[in-house]
């Protein structure tokens, strides 16, 4: 399985926007992004995902590189009940079935 | 809809006894998945299921049993309770494989 590699954690600075790197060298090219995050004593919460194009929702949005080895979650304007542990999951076309697999994550610290 | 259910939210054990964590979920989602999280560490699978009948062990399957019976339900059985389970432990559901659901997770303790 192609694996993800994140910095162990980021602080930023609340009202502020965030950028969550993730780096995906071996991905392979039927492979989607998937970002989750895990708020403090509750599980994990689907935050986006994308295979190619840069992607939004109301919660964040997903810029992927070019060359598709690395990607970056942003938070367009960070609150306080932004910080948590922001885990980026490749998952191929038609997988998940099997679960997800999660590496240590982010772990987002905001200040107030 | 209420997602993902998970009970107990709390459960002390004595080390040997067994136990069954509960979880169900109200979305009509084939995929249906348990994890374990030990602290500061990040969600390890431990059984997962395709469907109804169908289900298949994770990376840490050992010492759990998992049925499916019904699409709604997925428990998991402690078979004889270790302080090595001593977790967090995480029920999750999805459709296709997109977006997956997870519960508000069952803390165990074993003592």
């Known amino acids: 399985d192609a694996k993800t590699t994140q910095p162990n954690s980021m602080e930023s600075n609340e009202e502020e926007p965030v950028h969550l790197p993730c780096n995906h060298s071996t991905i392979s090219g039927t492979d989607y992004i998937h970002w989750y995050r895990q708020l403090p004593s509750q599980g994990p919460e689907y935050v986006i995902h994308g295979l190619t194009s840069n992607v939004n929702n109301r919660m964040a949005s997903l810029a992927i590189a070019e060359d598709r080895k690395s990607s970056t979650l942003i938070l367009h304007r960070a609150t306080l009940r932004d910080a948590a542990v922001y885990y980026c999951i490749l998952m191929y076309s038609g997988g998940g079935a099997d679960g997800l697999t999660f590496g240590k994550g982010t772990h987002l610290i905001i200040q107030p | 809809n209420a997602g993902v259910t998970q009970t107990p939210k709390f459960q002390v054990l004595k080390t040997g006894q067994s136990m069954t964590l509960q979880c169900a979920q109200d979305m009509n989602h084939e995929y249906m998945s348990w994890y374990r999280q030990d602290p500061g560490m990040g969600l390890r699978l431990i059984h997962y299921s395709v469907g109804a009948g169908i289900t298949d062990q994770g990376e840490v399957p050992n010492g759990y049993n998992v049925s499916r019976s019904t699409t709604e339900d997925f428990p998991l059985r402690l078979l004889s309770a270790a302080p090595s389970q001593t977790s967090v432990y995480f029920c999750?559901?999805?459709?296709?494989?997109?977006?997956?659901?997870f519960g508000s997770g069952t803390r165990l303790t074993v003592v």
């Open positions: 999750a559901s999805s459709y296709a494989g997109l977006g997956y659901t």
